[in-house]
């Protein structure tokens, strides 16, 4: 399982039609094709999507994934999750515990954003199939985005946690995503540098 997980987090595109100029179903498909390791449907902020129409786009996308076979991740909407059957689940530090989350979804992928030392003392990192680390770089797509941690925070949780599945996320893009890698992560989560592309191909080709 967790060679899978570290293998899965290569290249995670993460979004929602929030996040896109264009048809997300059409933005969603170029990325898949270009080679995506993994999507999160994260519907949310400013102009998001909510009760029907979210789950019509939310099963639009995960058909789009599964015939890629690509894994289909939700945030923090644990409702949609399991109405969908989705593969997993991305929480956050004031989404339900990850342990009551594992407890819910014994089968699934559980995600969990860590963003500093106090979240990581008080988190129960056992639950959990990966850590979502960051904001690494400083991003204007979350406007309520912590403080910018560096690729030092990267290192930090690859020292103490060697086994650990981690994908860094915030402000990456091709020109900055091999430091990344090159601090621990196994791969790098991105939204508006393949949503806002010109080209999603050589993008993804970049990561
Ligand atoms: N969590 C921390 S930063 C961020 C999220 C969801 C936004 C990342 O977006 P971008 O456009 O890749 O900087
Ligand atoms: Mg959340």
């Given at each position: 399982?967790?060679?899978?997980v570290?293998?899965?987090l290569?290249?995670y595109?993460?979004?929602?039609?929030?996040?896109?100029?264009?048809?997300?179903?059409?933005?969603?498909?170029?990325?898949?094709?270009?080679?995506?390791?993994a999507?999160q449907?994260?519907?949310?902020?400013?102009?998001?999507?909510?009760?029907?129409?979210?789950?019509?786009?939310?099963?639009?996308?995960?058909?789009?994934?599964?015939?890629?076979?690509?894994?289909?991740i939700?945030n923090?909407?644990?409702?949609?999750?399991?109405?969908?059957?989705?593969?997993g689940i991305h929480i956050g530090?004031?989404?339900?515990?990850a342990?009551?989350v594992?407890?819910?979804?014994?089968?699934k992928l559980i995600g969990l954003s860590l963003?500093?030392?106090?979240?990581?003392?008080?988190?129960?990192?056992?639950?959990v199939d990966y850590i979502g680390?960051?904001?690494?770089?400083?991003?204007?797509?979350?406007?309520?985005?912590?403080?910018?941690?560096?690729?030092?925070?990267?290192?930090?949780?690859?020292?103490?946690?060697?086994?650990?599945p981690?994908v860094?996320?915030?402000?990456?893009?091709?020109?900055?995503?091999?430091?990344?890698?090159?601090?621990?992560?196994?791969?790098?989560s991105?939204?508006?540098?393949?949503?806002?592309?010109?080209?999603?191909?050589?993008?993804?080709?970049?990561?």
């Amino acid at each position: 399982m967790n060679d899978k997980v570290h293998q899965l987090l290569r290249k995670y595109f993460i979004m929602g039609s929030q996040d896109c100029p264009r048809d997300p179903r059409v933005i969603l498909a170029e990325a898949a094709e270009a080679g995506i390791t993994a999507f999160q449907f994260r519907e949310k902020g400013k102009g998001s999507l909510e009760g029907d129409e979210k789950r019509a786009l939310g099963k639009e996308l995960q058909h789009i994934c599964r015939s890629h076979h690509i894994p289909f991740i939700v945030n923090d909407d644990l409702h949609l999750a399991n109405e969908l059957d989705a593969d997993g689940i991305h929480i956050g530090q004031n989404d339900k515990p990850a342990e009551e989350v594992r407890r819910l979804f014994p089968d699934k992928l559980i995600g969990l954003s860590l963003s500093n030392e106090e979240e990581l003392s008080t988190s129960p990192l056992s639950f959990v199939d990966y850590i979502g680390a960051g904001p690494v770089f400083s991003t204007s797509t979350k406007s309520d985005a912590k403080r910018p941690v560096g690729t030092e925070w990267i290192s930090t949780l690859r020292e103490k946690h060697p086994a650990m599945p981690i994908v860094g996320i915030g402000g990456i893009s091709p020109a900055n995503a091999s430091s990344v890698i090159k601090a621990g992560a196994d791969g790098v989560s991105v939204i508006s540098a393949i949503t806002r592309a010109d080209n999603i191909a050589s993008v993804v080709d970049c990561l």
